[in-house]
């Protein structure tokens, strides 16, 4: 499972939480992320407020900046 935790008004920290995900599914997810990083940017996106605006994603830092 994949949540957004808060950081202030314009990013969040992305949090892959895995006790509820099988060892494959955690797997898949992580693969997702680290090779496809523009799909996994999509799962993020799904995931904001219907107030804010997709800005940018620090994939090295798992941060998730919007507008």
């Known amino acids: 499972m994949i949540t957004l935790q808060p950081i202030d008004n314009s990013s ?3 949090v892959i939480q895995s006790d509820d995900l099988t060892e494959e599914e955690r797997t898949k997810l992580i693969r997702k992320r680290d090779f496809f990083p523009a799909e996994f ?3 993020l ?3 904001l407020p219907p107030d804010q605006t997709f800005d940018s994603y620090d994939h090295y830092n798992m941060t998730l900046y919007v507008t």
């Open 12 to 14: 969040y920290k992305v």
């Open 41 to 43: 940017v999509h799962l």
């Open 45 to 47: 996106i799904d995931l």
